[in-house]
């Protein structure tokens, strides 16, 4: 039981004690020594399909490495083709964009963003629910744009990505002459297969609203008269359902190199006491309480009156790199199959999280886990539980914010468990 050693002085301000008979010899004792055994997951799949965002650009990070997003996407025809002639001249074809607040990393260097075409439908497999993040779609070698952009996420200036004028012409010819392509979205989808949009020399990642008001295609023509009169036909982002983002990470030259998909994870002894969470790449981290079992060695009557978690960032790694506003924690078997959300009658728990700036080692995610730690002290081995640390629902699929724990022998950052332990002697 050397990891419960060391119990603390009691103390009981402000905590109430339910069920205690009086009289007897009974001790309130607040334990904040129990060893937890920490590790960085990587799970084998993350759900990618109607996220409600594109994510597009990439960015180096010291802690995670490199990572890159991409966005697949269809793309609908109008409900009605105008009646166009001969007069009708092709002027040009953009795809139009318009990212929403959100960024992640250095947003000031220009970024080189890539349109490319499917190179088959974008269609879910017979046997497949939803695209996950993981899985490559094939894409035409030959890019419809590139351009170096600059985005201003808070501006809410939109993005033109000018596409080329073969694939604009042609579009226009077949609207011209009334082409099958084009009389049905089955026969639609065939021809416009759905578009890739990625980043080269990013340095900051971006978001875009998966809606048909911030995707659209866009075809410009003009037709000659006794004046020029100029026109635009729409293609609109469809079935948002279907859209995914494919996530590409390189972990070379970074403590998570030795990182590999699967259950065992990456033990935080074997990373300097640490271990990384990042938000929709599937990197979560792991925590457990060999422990917990033990406290009914301190006495045949006892019982967890209160336990309190709390999670303490790396001092320095969140400088650059936000943390994630929200955290959760789940209880996951040992093959980390998440279980249910841990919550409290008030509902779910997302850390309450507290930055402190000036004294950074007061940063730090909050969590009541008594519920748990009760659960987990009658616990047979079968019915052991750890807990995932891991980013809100919304957030896992539309955030690369990433978190850095120190274990509970990481010094000056150090995650602890306290526990107030009722014992009858």
């Known amino acids: 039981m050397a990891a419960?050693?060391?119990?603390?002085?009691?103390?009981?301000?402000?905590?109430v004690y339910?069920?205690?008979?009086?009289?007897g010899n009974v001790h309130y004792s607040l334990i904040d020594t129990v060893g937890i055994e920490m590790r960085t997951?990587?799970?084998?799949?993350?759900?990618?399909?109607?996220?409600?965002?594109?994510?597009?650009?990439?960015?180096?990070?010291?802690e995670t490495g490199r990572t890159d997003v991409a966005s697949n996407f269809r793309i609908a025809r109008p409900n009605s083709f105008p009646e166009l002639d001969e007069r009708a001249v092709f002027d040009s074809i953009e795809l139009i964009l318009r990212p929403d607040a959100y960024s992640y990393g250095d947003t000031l260097p220009d970024q080189e963003w890539t349109v490319y075409q499917l190179a088959r439908p974008l269609e879910l497999d017979d046997d497949q629910a939803e695209f996950f993040t993981h899985q490559v779609f094939p894409v035409l070698p030959t890019p419809l744009a590139r351009e170096a952009v600059s985005v201003l996420p808070r501006s809410s200036e939109?993005?033109?990505?000018?596409?080329r004028n073969e694939f604009g012409s042609t579009l226009l010819e077949k609207i011209r002459t009334k082409s099958e392509d084009l009389s049905t979205d089955i026969l639609f989808l065939d021809y416009m297969k759905g578009l890739q949009l990625k980043a080269t020399r990013g340095t900051a990642m971006f978001r875009i609203p998966a809606t048909d008001s911030s995707v659209v295609m866009r075809l410009h023509y003009h037709i000659?008269?006794?004046?020029?009169?100029?026109?635009?036909?729409?293609?609109p982002l469809s079935n948002p359902e279907?859209?995914?983002?494919?996530?590409?990470?390189?972990r070379s030259n970074t403590?998570?190199?030795?990182?590999?998909?699967?259950?065992?994870?990456?033990?935080?002894?074997?990373?300097?006491?640490?271990?990384?969470?990042?938000?929709?790449s599937g990197t979560v981290i792991r925590l457990d309480f060999p422990s917990l079992p033990g406290l009914k060695e301190l006495g045949k009557y006892g019982r967890v009156m209160q336990a309190e978690l709390v999670?303490?960032?790396?001092?320095?790694?969140?400088?650059?790199?936000?943390?994630?506003?929200?955290?959760?924690l789940c209880p996951a078997d040992k093959n980390q199959v998440v279980l249910d959300t841990l919550a409290t009658t008030s509902g779910y728990q997302y850390g309450n999280l507290v930055i402190d700036l000036l004294y950074p080692e007061k940063t730090r995610y909050t969590y009541d886990v008594t519920t748990y730690c009760q659960a987990m002290v009658v616990a047979g081995t079968a019915d052991y539980r750890g807990l995932l640390v891991i980013p809100s629902a919304g957030d896992y699929y539309s955030r690369l914010n990433r978190l850095v724990l120190g274990d509970s022998k990481y010094e000056g950052y150090r995650a602890y468990l306290k526990i107030y332990y009722l014992l009858y002697q």
């Not at 339910?18 to 009289?23: H, I, K, L, R, T």
């Open 4 to 15: 419960l050693t060391g119990v603390a002085a009691c103390d009981k301000s402000g905590f």
């Open 311 to 328: 999670l303490t960032p790396v001092g320095g790694t969140y400088t650059q790199y936000a943390l994630p506003e929200r955290v959760t």
């Open 224 to 235: 000659a008269t006794s004046e020029i009169e100029e026109y635009t036909i729409d293609f």
């Open 242 to 250: 279907l859209q995914y983002n494919e996530v590409h990470v390189d």
């Open 158 to 163: 939109k993005i033109h990505l000018r596409l």
């Open 255 to 280: 403590p998570l190199a030795g990182l590999v998909t699967g259950p065992a994870g990456l033990l935080s002894t074997d990373a300097g006491q640490r271990a990384w969470m990042q938000s929709i």
């Open 18 to 23: 339910e069920d205690v008979a009086p009289g």
């Open 41 to 62: 997951i990587q799970l084998d799949s993350v759900p990618a399909s109607a996220t409600g965002y594109l994510m597009i650009g990439g960015y180096t990070d010291p």
